[in-house]
């Protein structure tokens, strides 16, 4: 098996579960290397990896703020394959020092402009690059993919009525008012819920605002609301375009949290962006906790062949788990387990240019071994 060098870019929450996940799995033979514009973070990261995993494969690096470096230069010029943890928008710089330095991309990011951005860059590279991998964007919508393929193969099909892809990260328990706990970046959920969501409906493709139709949805038993947020949809309005009446994407929430968060948005003063409005409202008042939970929700509905019809659907509950010797949160291995997911596939195969979630063998990638290790055997 070769030894790939790859590089993490970001020494967060994400990017520690990164390389904890690569050290501590045999399916992959690789150098790591994690950097942030804190060196304090990446090394702090580098021994997090190390001594969960029981290796010394993790290296720390200061990743500059913006621009490059000698050190910087020096790593890109033997990476294989980068691995984008920054926020999102960072995706362009990041991409282009990939295509730059001949190696391989893959990112997380839901801001759609940074993707579309990621998009040009990468069509004429000569390396593979996976945008937005992780959990939504990226591991629902390959899972929505899936259903659609399974549905449409099994009912003798060419097209469905609806596709419908949600995703809650969220606490165990929740309090009034707000009715939710932090268990990712707090600047994601702002931006989310105030930028504008792409959804299919009647066959069209359109932008409408998030947070704009809150309905109720019980799985497994239990209330949840649900609602309209950007990024989640990923490529799949355009794969799918004439094969699916309906299709949408919506974040998982308990009841009563979008009446708060709506509430809030109403109340941005005059000239102040609503995002950093939001943000700053969330973070004074809303707590981070550990204890989470991911809630994947997947439907495809239509009628078969004979007229009759019918709903194929898929429910996941992913709880924190223990990796290596470190407890992950949920929305650490739900998002980086993916991410490693489409580094082992770039890795070993023989790919060029952006590659989207409609391109990927969907039941490949879903029992991969990083994936399927988190998330289960999926049929």
Not at 45 to 55: K, P, Q
Not at 127 to 137: D, H, I, K, S
Not at 270 to 282: A, I, S
């Amino acid at each position: 098996m070769s030894t790939h060098t790859i590089m993490i870019a970001g020494g967060g929450g994400i990017g520690q579960a990164t390389g904890l996940i690569l050290a501590s799995s045999d399916a992959l033979d690789c150098n790591l290397y994690i950097g942030d514009r804190s060196l304090a973070i990446a090394e702090s990261a580098m021994d997090f990896v190390n001594n969960g995993s029981e290796t010394s494969a993790c290296h720390a690096f200061a990743f500059p703020e913006s621009g490059s470096s000698p050190e910087l230069e020096a790593l890109l010029a033997k990476t294989d394959i980068i691995l984008d943890c920054l926020p999102g928008s960072q995706a362009p710089r990041l991409a282009q020092f990939a295509k730059d330095n001949n190696c391989h991309y893959a990112n997380l990011t839901e801001y759609v402009k940074e993707t579309d951005q990621v998009n040009e860059i990468a069509k004429t590279a000569n390396t593979g690059f996976v945008l937005q991998t992780g959990l939504a964007p990226g591991y629902i919508n390959i899972l929505g993919h899936h259903l659609f393929q399974k549905f449409t193969a099994e009912h003798n099909v060419d097209k469905v009525d609806s596709l419908d892809m949600k995703v809650g990260a969220l606490s165990q328990n929740a309090r009034s008012p707000y009715f939710y706990a932090y268990t990712w970046s707090p600047i994601g959920v702002a931006t989310e819920y105030v930028k504008d969501a792409i959804v299919v409906e009647d066959y069209e493709t359109k932008l409408i605002p998030s947070l704009s139709r809150t309905e109720k949805i019980i799985l497994d038993g239990k209330l949840y609301e649900d609602d309209f947020t950007s990024g989640g949809a990923a490529d799949l309005p355009s794969a799918l375009a004439g094969k699916v009446k309906n299709l949408n994407y919506k974040t998982l929430r308990f009841p009563g949290h979008y009446d708060w968060a709506k509430g809030i948005i109403s109340k941005t003063p005059t000239g102040q962006d609503k995002v950093e409005h939001l943000h700053n409202t969330m973070m004074a008042n809303i707590p981070a906790v550990e204890d989470d939970v991911v809630i994947v929700f997947a439907s495809v509905k239509g009628k078969d062949q004979h007229g009759t019809l019918r709903a194929m659907e898929q429910t996941l509950h992913i709880y924190p788990s223990m990796v290596g010797k470190e407890k992950l949160r949920a929305i650490q291995t739900t998002t980086a387990g993916p991410l490693c997911e489409a580094a082992r596939m770039l890795l070993t195969g023989d790919h060029k240019g952006p590659i989207y979630q409609s391109q990927l063998n969907t039941a490949e990638f879903l029992n991969g071994p990083f994936v399927k290790s988190i998330y289960g055997p999926i049929n």
